[in-house]
């Protein structure tokens, strides 16, 4: 609760706040304090967008969890604010605990966000949101410290040389926002391509401590007992070597975290631009499994149904030219490739790490049928939207097969959009046919019929459809903590033309596949089934996933 008080005489200074004695002159004094601000503001920042990239990667939904960080931090900030007011006549010993405790808490959190993840997410019951609950705590504890540090630094500013609060401010705010740029762009382009998350919030922790502790105990060491300044030295060291210690040991904990979470079958984990990229299994007679920011994309075990679901019923047709938006695994193609008649492939992968496993490692290029050596394949590099909008030609298709991530991923939502599905519609020929994955039916109907929707909205008549498949041991769709319990048991797949409704069959010249003529029917019966009725439309600006 904000006190009421009445207003101090200009200038008159509160009665604990007698000139500080400093080791230095008054004007070196300022600039230390003020770049200390300045790091202090960059070190906030990296925790914040640390939150915000590893309970992305973890929960899914970006949009969702960076809000949530945001929001309850900006309000522990003020909390925290309002709560340093008692402890400004203590402001240099504040000050340093508050830091050396920030140190502790920001650098540690990322190691403590994913360890709960990866030992308790599969618990079920309460355990199942435990990282949701620790992703508020963490932004709870780390604003509120972020918050008490302003008022701190005020009053120390104002011990170094009394000026209008105006001007004080002023000078604090330009530190702390110059500051604040610097860590938000040192974070993507610096720490988390170099250090990784873990690592890198060890480090910004470790930086934290020690900016805090030689502020106060370099510069204002006059202002605090003997005792003080043992404890607060003490204190810093102890931080650091925590922190020390959980450097040393990073790589190890990651290692039996990923065990955790993947199995120990973990043959490839490598964390690209874009996204982590893990491989198990496909030695010894193991299924191989590939991983894409902690969800199961391909499984070994079922994946040739899932494939043949997706591709066959789009080959129905003319299939000279064929586009693959996604599926840099490899198997799309693969699929595309056991029909004749086939002239060209092309497919547009966001991520290369993923092209260049499905050319390399052994097994999953076994799995592909060496699809990247066939000339007919040609492989792009791009985001799907962009290449659509920017650098294909136009009517150039007769079948695009979007193998794209789940809708339900915010980063995915732009890939079925209604703006999206014209741009396909303007590459498609005149009797082409364009199939879509659009997630589990059963477990997200109303997610797999928006896109139903959002394809009709855009000139294309829809055929849906439906596969039983096998539940997974790790969820395939946006939500990371959905366990076996909740894990999709089917495949939903929309087919469409530029202008008429294309039946569901296999083309004559279909090769033998577990995919029969009876099947389909019954998939697309399963399908309409379920139908929701009356949904919009997905857009870029009204995203509805």
């Known amino acids: 609760m904000i006190e009421p008080h009445a207003p101090a005489p200009p200038g008159a200074p509160p009665p604990w706040a007698g000139p500080a004695r400093l080791p230095v002159r008054q004007g070196t004094g300022r600039f230390l304090v003020l770049a200390c601000v300045f790091v202090c503001a960059a070190c906030g920042l990296v925790y914040e967008l640390e939150l915000v990239a590893l309970a992305s990667y973890l929960i899914g939904d970006s949009v969702t969890q960076a809000s949530v ?37 920001g650098g540690c959190s990322a190691m403590a966000l994913y360890a709960v993840f990866a030992w308790t997410g599969d618990w079920g019951g309460p355990w199942a949101s435990g990282p949701r609950w620790l992703l508020v705590a963490f932004s709870l504890a780390i604003g509120l410290l972020i918050g ?21 401010v002023a000078d604090l705010f330009a530190a702390d926002y110059v500051g604040a740029l610097v860590g938000g762009l040192a974070f993507p382009f610096l720490l988390l391509p170099q250090l990784g998350q873990l690592t890198g919030a060890l480090l910004t922790g470790a930086v934290n401590a020690v900016a805090g502790g030689t502020l106060v ?12 300044r043992w404890l607060l030295l003490g204190a810093n060291l102890a931080v650091l070597g925590v922190l020390a210690t959980a450097a040393v040991l990073v790589d190890d904990f990651e290692r039996a975290a990923r065990e955790a979470v993947y199995g120990k079958d973990v ?28 969800r199961l994309r391909v499984s070994g075990r079922d994946e040739d149904r899932y494939h043949e679901a997706l591709v066959h019923p789009a080959m129905n047709g003319p299939h000279a030219r064929v586009l693959v938006l996604g599926g840099g695994d490899g198997l799309a193609a693969r699929e595309v490739l056991r029909y004749p008649g086939v002239q060209r492939v092309d497919v547009v992968e966001l991520d290369p790490t993923v092209v260049d496993l499905a050319r390399s490692d052994p097994a999953l290029s076994r799995l592909n049928g060496h699809v990247y050596g066939d000339a007919r394949v040609h492989v792009i590099v791009a985001d799907a939207f962009r290449r659509l909008r920017t650098g294909l030609p136009a009517p150039s298709y007769d079948v695009v097969v979007a193998d794209l991530p789940d809708p339900g991923i915010t980063a995915s939502t732009k890939l079925y959009s209604q703006e999206f599905y014209g741009l396909v519609r303007r590459v498609l020929a005149p009797d082409g046919r364009l199939v879509v994955h659009a997630g589990p039916l059963a477990a997200r109907p109303r997610v797999f019929w928006t896109v139903e929707a959002t394809m009709r909205a855009a000139g294309l008549p829809t055929t849906p459809y439906r596969l039983s498949g096998r539940a997974s041991d790790v969820p395939a769709g946006p939500d990371r ?6 894990s999709p048991d089917d495949w939903g797949f929309v087919l469409a033309s530029p202008h008429t409704r294309p039946p569901l069959a296999l083309g004559p010249r279909a090769p033998g596949a577990r995919l029969t003529p009876g099947a389909l029917r019954e998939a697309g019966r399963a399908a309409a089934a379920t139908r929701i009725g009356g949904l919009p439309a997905s857009t870029l600006v009204h995203p509805r996933y």
């Open 69 to 105: 960080v945001l929001s309850v931090m900006v309000f522990a900030m003020g909390i925290g604010s309002l709560a340093a007011k008692r402890l400004r006549g203590l402001a240099a010993a504040a000050f340093g605990a508050l830091e050396a405790l920030l140190a502790l808490v």
């Open 148 to 168: 008490a540090e302003v008022p701190l630094l005020m009053e120390l500013i104002q011990r170094i040389r009394r000026q209008d609060a105006g001007g004080a």
């Open 217 to 228: 105990l370099g510069l204002f060491r006059r202002d605090l007992t003997r005792r003080a």
């Open 267 to 294: 043959r490839v984990a490598v964390q690209s631009g874009v996204q982590e990229v893990v491989l198990t299994g496909g030695t010894g007679g193991r299924p191989l499994d590939l991983f894409l920011d902690g």
């Open 481 to 486: 903590t959905a366990r076996a319990s909740r």
